[in-house]
């Protein structure tokens, strides 16, 4: 049970935002080039500095609500790399599907087995990707277990939510990608890969909030 008088904002959690807001405008430029480029062309200067400032000044707000609801603050900082994770996600999709299929004509809406496409599979090993980057942010700023007891079972717990939020993520990116692609006119794959690769994140992440901290983070 997180105590009130508990919560704390340092210099390292205001290092740590700015970090992790940096590395968010500097993965949307290239997934907003491929999503929207004509926006793309009138924003691309101001979102690395708008993520460096923002970031920092939502992490002071959720500071101040969580004086009064605790988990507020901790919602707020998983909710950031949240997002950093997402983009990790769909930057590693965008580009393994840029690469497949210049290089070996891979396209990603070829089905492998059933509605099983490649797309699948690339979403797959991106999900990984950012599943890792998660488990060090998560575990050495979010929760804060970085400083605490090592337990030989936190690995094993953590990929065990982890796994379940993997089969959510990419059976609801796979869903939208397969019967969206379909049914709305003038999106191309990749725009709708991007689209699936967001919904599947963002179910993902509320799977995962809860299981670390019910489970893996629970002295937290």
């Known amino acids: 049970m997180e105590n009130k008088t508990e919560i704390r904002i340092t210099q390292r959690d205001y290092y740590l935002s700015i970090t992790a807001g940096f590395l968010i405008g500097l993965l949307l430029l290239p997934i907003l080039n491929a999503a929207n480029p004509a926006l793309y062309d009138k924003l691309f200067l ?4 708008f993520f460096v400032l923002a970031t920092p000044l939502g992490l002071r707000i959720a500071f101040f609500i969580g004086k009064k609801v ?6 707020a900082k998983f909710g950031l790399i949240g997002m950093l994770n997402t983009l990790v ?12 299929r210049s290089y070996f004509n ?13 797309y699948s599979v690339y979403k797959a090993i991106s999900f990984v990707i950012a599943n890792i980057n998660s488990f060090f942010w998560n575990k050495y700023w979010t929760f804060k277990q970085g400083n605490g007891k090592k337990s030989p079972t936190e690995f094993v717990q953590f990929f065990g939510v982890s796994i379940v939020g993997f089969l959510v993520n990419v059976f609801v990116a796979s869903f939208v990608f397969k019967f969206v692609l379909g049914s709305l006119a003038g ?21 995962n909030f809860i299981g670390y901290k019910l489970w893996v983070f629970k002295s937290r």
């Open 46 to 49: 101001a979102i690395i500095p």
């Open 70 to 75: 605790a988990i507020i603050y901790q919602i």
């Open 89 to 100: 996600d769909i930057g590693t999709l965008a580009f393994i599907t840029f690469i497949l």
């Open 106 to 118: 891979m396209q990603p809406e070829t089905s492998i087995v059933g509605v099983i496409t490649f």
């Open 187 to 207: 999106l191309s794959p990749d725009q709708v890969g991007l689209i699936g690769a967001a919904a599947g994140s963002i179910v993902g992440l509320t799977w």
